[in-house]
């Protein structure tokens, strides 16, 4: 059984950072698609990130140059490293493997206070 345990998440000050981790078990995510999205209170979720088999990674344009997706395959984990952090970035990040119909972690809580 495939589990994606995303952890990291918490409250931090506009301007602050945070490294969410998404862990994996039950299968091996090196050659996968990865992707990030969160979705906030009231709103649909929305993509964040992706990074490919090939290790070519996207960003919206709305973190372009404050978030960074990486994979350390050792672990078998991704991480998406958040700085400069807005009161917009507050939402539940969800971390996804190969696609809407793959595989979903259960969430973190990120709340940026202005």
């Known amino acids: 059984q495939v589990q994606l345990v995303e952890s990291g998440g918490g409250l931090v000050q506009a301007g602050g950072s945070l490294r969410l981790s998404c862990a994996a078990s039950?299968?091996?995510?090196?050659?996968?698609?990865i992707r990030w999205f969160r979705q906030a209170p009231g709103k649909e979720r929305e993509f964040v990130t992706a990074?490919?088999?090939?290790?070519?990674?996207t960003y919206a344009d709305s973190v372009k140059g404050r978030f960074t997706i990486s994979r350390d395959n050792r672990e078998n984990t991704v991480y998406l490293q958040m700085n400069s952090l807005k009161p917009e970035d507050t939402a539940v990040y969800y971390c996804?493997?190969?696609?809407?119909?793959?595989?979903w972690g259960q969430g973190t809580q990120v709340t940026v206070s202005s």
């Open positions: 990074l490919s088999w090939s290790g070519i990674s």
């Open positions: 996804n493997v190969n696609g809407v119909d793959g595989y």
């Open positions: 039950g299968r091996i995510i090196s050659r996968d698609n």
